[in-house]
């Protein structure tokens, strides 16, 4: 069973900037994409963005846009979710998810790391 973790939260102040990461327990998982959700207090989980693996094209959610990139980690089957210009609605626990076919459901989830970003 292939275990995502994900590492980098923590408080930021509104405008500033964190990076997470996502490493995969297996090397050798054969990755289709992967990706960043996030789920405020009283919210639905939301997707963010993903990266399709073979092609490097990434998609973002429209309130991230510009702002949040997401990239590959190699050595790790992960990614990473730089953002920047955090603001306050950015609020949440971001999950990193991975799924083997592209058109797929997704079939992995980390447990979340809380990003918090203060005004």
């Known amino acids: 069973q292939v275990q995502l973790v994900e590492t980098g939260g923590g408080l930021a102040q509104a405008g500033g900037s964190l990076k997470l990461s996502c490493a995969a327990s297996e090397r050798t998982f054969s990755v289709g994409v992967m990706g ?20 490097g094209i990434t998609t973002y959610a429209d309130s991230v846009k510009g702002r949040f990139t997401i990239s590959r980690e190699n050595t790790k089957n992960g990614v990473y979710l730089q953002m920047n210009s955090l603001k306050p609605e950015d609020t949440a626990v971001y999950y990193c998810a991975a ?21």
């Open 99 to 119: 799924k083997i076919l592209s058109f797929g459901p997704w079939d992995y989830w980390g447990q979340g790391t809380q990003v918090t970003v203060s005004s």
């Open 36 to 55: 960043w959700f996030r789920q405020a207090p009283g919210k639905e989980r939301e997707f963010v963005a993903r990266l399709t693996w073979s092609s």
